[in-house]
């Protein structure tokens, strides 16, 4: 389905972007259809590699002078290039080009439609991806866990989670369905690697599934997603907070590397997506490194931990059948 501009001015953009690069013969019947849903009977676009925004504006409006609209796709043109979703074009002739490009970066979230989560960042994220994030509990009981949806019957949490919890129900954001489990996937050629996925009855509906990224970096802008207990409170409450990669490490213990991540998390947080700016989830929570405080030790900051998690290529492998 085409983007419009009014409603989505960034995707329409995107839209008419990649359009006019792809050098398939194939897109005639897409670019037909973004013309018909944005720009009047009459305007002729033109689609050879670049976009001009004057060129642009005027086939949309066509005679009508709409200066709201100019303004909006001037904002929205500069909000795309400020996130490096688009670019000038450097093969003009001209250093002073007006003419635009879309990016790799930019054509990849356009393709995976999650260039909204890039360009507004945490609030959209939290906005969008909460409801595909699990609760796990037990009725009439205080325990309670994380876990997400990977697939429309599979949810991602932590080991140590299902291992403390017995008899627990699934339960997500805004959901009134409440799910029981069929079965428990956990890692059989790795005993301390803190991952398990929950395979569910039935499909999930109206839920869309996270996806994973191996790709992250440090001082990668992150939300974190989970139902930590708050002392207090009457029930469980999904509790979102936003922070960066701090570090990307390996336990002495073992050579799975995990994420230091600047948000501080609790026991509830436990098997809760990490989730970079772009929607995907690049780690898992799954606790919190600390040393224990002695007398010896002059203050405080000895004993405070290091929220942590653990990669997500490793939830992959579980999610395949490789460990």
Known sequence: MPKNIINDPAGAILEYLYLTQSKNDNKYLER?????????KFAQLVWNGSLEPHVLIYNIQGNQRNAAQKAQ?????????QYDLIESYTLDD???????VITLVGEDLFLRNRYLEYIHGGQYIIDKWKKSVAKFFIPNEKG???GFLISPNRVATAKHVVDDLKDFKIQFENDPNVYEVSNIIRPTLINDLDLAIIELPENVKGIEPFTTEIDRNI???IVVLGYPPIPMSDDAYLIASKGEVSAIISKYTNDIQ???ISTF????NSGGPIINR????IGIVTENLYNKINHEEDGLNEGLGFSAGIVSEWLDDLNNGKI
């Open 32 to 40: 037909e259809e973004w013309r018909k849903l944005n720009a009047p």
């Open 73 to 81: 796709i001037n904002r929205t043109l500069k909000k795309l290039e």
């Open 94 to 100: 001209s250093i002073d080009t007006k003419k635009k």
């Open 144 to 146: 309670i866990g994380t």
């Open 219 to 221: 001082l990668e802008e």
């Open 258 to 260: 995990h994420l230091i």
């Open 265 to 268: 998390v609790r026991g509830g």
């Open 278 to 281: 772009r929607g995907d989830v």
